[in-house]
């Protein structure tokens, strides 16, 4: 007990931690400053240089958009278009009266590009109406079927080649099956009947040289591409239900935006009960646990088979076996037994640093209480995020939808503009059929042959790098506003009359003003790391065929790492910030400071930490909990005062979970203030204790509750 009141020594060289949990190894501790009274408002620019590239980049950022936008047409992401770029069934094309896509070889439509590019790599045409009928180009050339089959051929064919040409230069399909129009493309009507998977009534088709093959292959691709485009009739559907349930799912984001606003103050009074009684039911948990394991123990002594060991029986696919064995329960009762012991010794020795928590919750109630427009700022981050991510996705919808149809020249014979692109429509007439006289001008595949058109996959990473870089900008300057209005109210000796008038913005200001370089430069530290991320998870995707596993150990290692440290990277962030509020000092020296002022007082930091994440989990978990229930039983129609009044829907689930995911979002967004406020009021009562001794000279800013904990006193100035 003296320890913790007055014998805390300043710590050594060798690391060791003193009674108030600091370690004091890693950095110099803040000296006394006459003229420190909190953030600092005579301040310079920072890390001027990242300032100058984030600009730079954001210039590019906008020239790849306009090049995009002049490139692209989002139009073939919803209707359909042929191999020619030509749209099905829009008014005043040729294509008018031809409202369904019909592709040539459906199971190239299963390939990875179709995501990319919107485009399946096989000619495609549009028709009047998707097959019903399987037919062989072999079979309908001399039929009565071929009037028929023709249609889903070229416009303009002509029957005067060979079979082998027909199909090698791509002017018919090798063969059609019955058809299903979705989404105004043609798929493959596939059943199973008995297990066995058909098309119409076939079980097998011919390729179109005479091959009988197993329908199964044919179908596989379509499946997927099946799966991926018949979502549009289910989202037209979802679409209905919002419009006619749109003014409830506000009314429940309301109510979840007074539970959380409401939330917040009772923490201000609830906060040390909530912690308490949450670790008392964590203790009593345990102990039922150990009660049960013993109970579990004794009713199997006696029983045939029990006393046999876990070695002895080894590795069982069936756990439940192991139930049945008196040496599981005993190796539960231990396991459990040491995590009571352990939490107990925890409370005992760590029970003053719990109270600190406690106590620095509730000062960041009061804070909140006294900044009340900081609640409103997650608007401001929800609308600059909105904005980035619109741009993003329209960026990456145009760079997408910028491949064109690439036509080639291909000859059998000697031709010396083998290979050269062509087009299609003048290439009889064009001087290429010259040079070339039995040269065919054929579909090759979908991209282009510009230097534009070869960079779009780095176009799209760079848009992918740029998302990241300014939705972490604009997370980072909400941080540093949030964390200048916060330490405000610390570093303000008459709370809050020492406080400045409008304390969020003059914190954004300053942060715009002075910081936007160092912001830029936290964020792009984090962007960077993320876009390894997305790198390593696109080159995952890659090798899951491959069967080498040391290249797979190598990627989930690799991506392990990655995560640790863009966690790591997060939390740095996040304190470097806040010491730039305050101190105006550029990143790396923020960063610096802070790291070690957390490592000199580590013990608090891990303590406060675990506490306000139960205490923000208990919170998120009550407003999305209540809202989803009230939500359920609203739209569910299981009230019957309601029953009348909620609307008819399609799926009650689409506005359930709206509301849920709202909730959610609104919870996390005002527990985001608030723990900011927790963050940086822990930094400030850090950096106060080791500037302050509480003299006349060098008094205490921490609230009179932190006082008393610490049995620390501010002494008045004696009078003369």
């Not at 980072?476 to 109210?489: E, H, K, P, R």
């Not at 610096?592 to 007082?601: G, Q």
Request: a positive charge; one cysteine or more.
């Amino acid at each position: 007990m003296v320890c913790e009141l007055s014998l805390c020594t300043p710590g050594t060289a060798a690391g060791t931690l003193d009674c108030q949990g600091r370690l004091q190894k890693g950095g110099t501790p803040q000296k006394y400053d006459p003229t420190f009274k909190g953030p600092i408002y005579n301040r310079g620019c920072t890390d001027v240089i990242c300032c100058v590239f984030l600009f730079l980049a954001v210039v590019g950022y906008v020239a790849v958009g306009i090049i995009a936008w002049t490139h692209g047409d989002p139009r073939k992401v919803i209707y359909p278009t042929d191999s020619r770029g030509e749209f099905c069934g829009q008014k005043g094309t040729k294509n008018e009266n031809k409202p369904f896509l019909f592709y040539f070889n459906i199971v190239k439509c299963a390939s990875p590009l179709v995501l990319l590019e919107f485009q399946c790599p096989t000619p495609q045409i549009c028709v009047q109406q998707c097959p019903d009928r399987y037919l062989t180009f072999l079979k309908a050339r001399n039929s009565p079927d071929f009037d028929y089959y023709k249609q889903f051929c070229v416009p303009g064919f002509q029957n005067n080649k060979g079979v082998a040409e027909v199909l090698r230069d791509g002017e018919c399909p090798a063969v059609i099956i019955p058809s299903k129009p979705l989404a105004q493309r043609c798929f493959p009507a596939i059943h199973a009947s008995k297990g066995v998977v058909m098309v119409g009534n076939e079980t097998t088709y011919e390729d179109g040289h005479g091959t009988r093959k197993n329908i199964t292959e044919l179908v596989k691709g379509a499946k997927e591409a099946n799966k991926i485009l018949e979502a549009r009739q289910l989202a037209m559907r979802i679409f209905e239900d919002y419009t006619v349930s749109w003014y409830w799912i506000i009314i429940g984001l309301v109510i979840a935006m007074v539970l959380s606003l409401l939330f917040i103050v009772l923490l201000r009074f609830l906060a040390g009960i909530m912690v308490w009684v949450m670790i008392v039911m964590v203790i009593l948990v345990l102990g039922y646990g150990i009660f049960h394991c013993y109970l579990e123990y004794s009713k199997l002594r006696g029983e045939a088979g029990s006393d046999i060991s876990l070695l002895d029986l080894g590795f069982q696919t069936d756990l439940r076996v192991y139930l049945h064995l008196r040496q599981t329960w005993m190796a539960f009762m231990i396991i459990l037994s040491i995590l009571e012991v352990v939490i107990i010794l925890l409370l005992i020795f760590l029970r003053k640093r719990i109270l600190i928590a406690i106590a620095l919750i509730k000062e960041a109630s009061r804070a909140v209480g006294h900044v009340i427009c900081s609640v409103t700022y997650p608007l401001v981050t929800f609308f600059l995020l909105c904005l980035c991510i619109a741009y993003w996705a329209s960026t990456a919808v145009f760079l997408s939808t910028s491949n064109e149809a690439v036509y080639k020249i291909f000859d059998d014979t000697s031709c010396p503009l083998l290979r050269n692109t062509c087009n299609p429509e003048t290439f009889p007439t064009a001087n290429e059929s010259r040079l070339c006289p039995n040269g065919r001008c054929q579909f090759a595949f979908y991209g282009g042959e510009s230097a534009y058109h070869r960079s779009l996959l780095g176009l799209q990473i760079f848009n992918a790098f740029m998302f990241f870089w300014l939705a972490n900008f604009v997370l980072a300057l909400g941080q540093v506003t949030l964390a200048g209005a916060f330490a405000s109210y610390y570093w303000a000796m008459q709370k809050p009359d020492d406080m400045p008038a409008f304390p969020l913005f003059s914190a954004f200001g300053r942060a715009l003003r002075y910081h936007t370089g160092s912001i830029a430069f936290g964020s792009l530290i984090l962007a960077i790391v993320q876009i390894i991320r997305v790198i390593l998870e696109y080159l995952d995707q890659r090798l899951k065929a491959a069967q080498n596993k040391f290249a797979k150990f190598l990627m989930v290692c690799l991506k392990c790492c990655f995560w640790c440290l863009e966690k790591f990277i997060k939390f740095l962030n996040r304190n470097a910030y806040i010491m730039i509020a305050i101190y105006g000092t550029n990143f790396c020296t923020s960063a610096k400071n802070a790291f070690f002022l957390l490592m000199r007082n580590i013990i608090r930091v891990a303590v406060l930490d675990k506490v306000t994440d139960f205490l923000f989990l208990l919170g998120k978990l009550l407003i999305v909990g209540s809202v989803g229930i009230l939500a359920f039983f609203f739209f569910t129609r299981r009230l019957r005062i309601v029953q009348d009044t909620a609307p008819p829907l399609n799926y009650y689930w689409v506005p359930i979970l709206t509301v849920i995911i709202g909730s959610y979002l609104i919870a996390h967004g005002f527990f985001s203030v608030y723990g900011m406020c927790v963050d940086t009021l822990f930094l400030c009562f850090l950096e106060d204790l080791e500037r302050n001794d509480g003299s006349a000279e060098r008094p205490y800013f921490m609230s009179s509750t932190l006082k008393k904990l610490l049995n620390k006193t501010n002494k008045k100035v004696a009078e003369s």
